[in-house]
């Protein structure tokens, strides 16, 4: 009597629990390595990543790094010989960063800059010899990230406060002040040399917007603080499928309102158009004129839905922790804070797969 009451609290059970059970079996389950799929991913210092570093990320599921070189580390010898490393934690490179481009030279266009723009545009080539997909890139020379790290929740990160930064921080860098129209056109001759390079090699540049966004730091204008910003290094660009973004949404949740889209207006523009290349993922408490910076799940959006917004424009690129917040007994990669970052990330990710599908 007592076995046929336990088979009958099993089938009914079951039978309770089938349909929750045929509604996932119906829809294809994407794996994390599948090419649709979005990549979780991270990023590291090529110099200083340890083998004990590396085994972390293939214990937490990471299959993609962006590595970031130093000026006299990133030649093809050297890149190569990173990505064979990887390869042996079953790890392979999304995107890199050679320094080249941050040439004061190049950025407020100084004599010599051609020099500095060739040391990039070998380092291109290099990429696409080795089917490395993207270099990531930024232009704001004269930035200022940080007022001061603080503690959030008992976790130490990075605070930007624009009114202590224009009383406390801000000094004029340079011997002068430089406009807009002056950064507008270096950064016309460093992309009109560099990207039919990038399109010859197969690789895609992956611009980051100005963290924070505001219009001018320190005697210099700056370019990507706005949607209009986008727009007209695109237009530069003309019509090559290898200008693009990263994507970073912690800076445009940083600039609020002002940044003429919002996080999912420009994900429908420009990721709907395949204009992402690599996102950027952190949240913050708000906008400016003060944010800290948080964990995924702490800061006033909910990421969720961009990684939803993300995954219904099919994007299938990188998405990387950006910045992550300090726990305590963290150093180096910041091993428990990345831990807790991917993790709710592949929770978002897989949520939004069985609802986008």
């Not at 704001?140 to 976790?155: D, E, F, I, K, L």
């Not at 889209?261 to 420009?270: E, L, N, S």
């Amino acid at each position: 009597m007592l076995g046929q009451r336990r088979q009958f609290l099993k089938s009914a059970a079951w039978a309770a629990a089938a349909p929750l059970y045929a509604q996932g079996s119906a829809r294809r389950k994407m794996g994390q390595s599948d090419p649709g799929n979005m990549k979780l991913c991270h990023r590291v210092d090529a110099s200083s990543v340890t083998d004990d570093d590396l085994r972390f990320f293939q214990q937490i599921g990471i299959e993609w790094l962006r590595l970031e070189f130093s000026q006299t580390g990133a030649d093809f010898k050297a890149l190569k010989a990173a990505q064979e490393r990887l390869a042996g934690f079953r790890l392979r490179i999304y995107s890199a960063v050679h320094p080249a481009y941050r040439s004061l030279k190049i950025q407020l266009g100084q004599p010599g800059r051609d020099q500095d723009i060739e040391t990039y545009c070998r380092f291109l080539r290099d990429l696409g010899k080795l089917q490395i997909p993207v270099a990531s890139y930024d232009f704001h020379p004269a930035n200022t990230y940080t007022t001061r790290m603080v503690q959030y929740r008992g976790y130490s990160t990075r605070e930007f406060d624009a009114d202590d930064f224009r009383a406390r921080v801000e000094k004029r860098q340079f011997d002068r002040e430089y406009s807009a129209d002056e950064i507008w056109a270096n950064y016309t001759y460093f992309m009109k040399a560099t990207l039919p390079v990038a399109e010859g090699a197969g690789v895609k540049m992956a611009l980051h917007p100005d963290d924070p966004p505001l219009a001018k730091m320190n005697g210099v204008a700056k370019l990507f603080t706005h949607y209009d910003g986008y727009r007209q290094a695109e237009r530069i660009a003309g019509k090559s499928p290898n200008w693009g973004l990263t994507f970073c949404v912690g800076t445009w949740l940083e600039g609020g309102d002002h940044m003429g889209k919002d996080v999912f207006q420009m994900i429908r523009d420009f990721g709907g158009r395949g204009k992402i290349f690599e996102v950027h993922f952190r949240n913050v408490t708000g906008p400016l004129p003060r944010f800290n910076e948080t964990f995924p799940d702490d800061g006033y959006a909910d990421l969720y839905r961009v990684i939803k917004a993300l995954r219904q424009v099919r994007f299938n690129g990188a998405t990387e922790p950006d910045h992550v917040p300090r726990l305590i007994g963290d150093s180096g990669v910041l091993r428990a804070g990345t831990a807790y970052c991917i993790a709710c990330m592949r929770t978002m990710l897989r949520r939004a797969n069985e609802e986008v599908g």
